[in-house]
């Protein structure tokens, strides 16, 4: 006769379920020591309320002693600390999250995932772009170091170089090499499965905008627009792209070319929006009527679109006759 733990799954979930429950109700408590206890016991027997008590914990503690008390050994307490970790992204680098994916890297060294993350907060750190800097002083050196040592781990982890090859170049950005992500990537991205072209491009947009020359972005934009594209949304995600970076850079009546061929090639509300949106400001009125009209017709209850398609159509009647 089997035991009464081994029925199979669904009593095994049950127990879980249970072990949670009394959780919740010790922690409501203040028993904080014996509900680590039980939610441990509860993401042992059922893994999947991982993701229900590691927002319980973040709200009840941020000392990595306490998240310890409810991993299990093995692969499910790697997942437990990962879990952990994404409950501290807002704060990006601090010293729990740090902490969980260190823990997950050194119990299962072969784990793409906590590497990534710890690369990506560093690499955000590095670069100002997340507060608080854990990367500032003399910790810069270091961090830089640690993003070096492990990108290519990663790309061997992960059997996939491209990985490599961007979270390099996003090191490069953060610590203002712009110049040398551009040079890098113009040889690069050539060769890459076009799967991945659409990806390298929106990299080598960001690291043209980065040097702060219009006239370079307009070069770039040129290049990739000549490189082609698959078809259908994969153009019009590119083309979407180009019209981005050339509008940052005050080239408006460029970035409306490229949102029509983005629409022509994938007609999505948001490129006859960007359409409608630029053709206005550079006074392509007819054009930025037509494509409110568009998006009219396709939402014909929406109050905004109506007076936006009527405003359009009175600018155009006031317009002075060429």
């Known amino acids: ?39 441990k016991l509860a993401i042992t027997y059922q893994p999947a309320l991982t993701y229900r008590i590691a927002p319980l914990v973040a709200r009840m503690t941020s000392s990595f002693e306490d998240v310890l008390r409810i991993v299990p050994d093995g692969p499910v307490g790697d997942r437990v600390l990962i879990a952990m970790a994404n409950q501290r992204r807002s704060e990006r680098l601090g010293d729990l999250r740090e902490q969980c994916l260190e823990e997950a890297i050194r119990r299962a060294p072969d ?47 992960t059997a996939d170089p491209p990985t490599g090859l961007f979270l390099l170049c996003d090191l490069w950005l953060a610590l203002g090499r712009a110049d040398d992500v551009q040079r890098l990537l113009a040889s690069e ?6 799967s991945l072209r659409e990806q390298c491009a929106g990299v080598r947009i960001r690291a043209a905008t980065a040097t702060g020359s219009a006239e370079l972005v307009v070069q770039v934009v040129s290049e990739l627009a000549a490189n082609g594209c698959a078809a259908g949304a994969s153009c019009g995600n590119l083309f979407t792209r180009l019209g981005r970076a050339l509008e940052g850079v005050g080239r408006v009546g460029s970035a409306l070319t490229y949102y029509q061929r983005a629409v022509t090639e994938d ?56």
Do not use: Y
Request: charged share 25%; net charge positive.
């Open 1 to 39: 006769m089997r035991g009464p733990l081994t029925p199979g799954a669904p009593s095994l979930a049950l127990v879980g379920s249970t072990h949670f429950e009394l959780a919740r109700i010790l922690a409501a408590h203040g028993a904080r020591n014996q509900a680590f206890f039980e939610m």
């Open 111 to 157: 784990l793409p995932q906590p590497r990534k993350s710890l690369v990506a907060d560093l690499i955000a750190s590095l670069g100002g772009w997340r507060a608080p800097s854990k990367c500032d002083g003399e910790r810069r050196s270091q961090c830089i170091q640690i993003v070096e040592e492990q990108i290519p781990t990663i790309a061997k982890l």
């Open 189 to 194: 991205c050539p060769k890459l499965d076009p």
């Open 267 to 322: 007609a999505a509300d948001s490129r006859w929006a960007d359409v409608a949106r630029t053709a206005r400001a550079v006074g392509e009125l007819t054009l930025a009527a037509n494509a409110i009209g568009r998006l009219s017709n396709r939402h014909p209850t929406d109050q905004k679109l109506h007076d936006q398609l009527m405003d359009a159509q009175r600018r155009l009647l006031l317009q002075p006759r060429r």
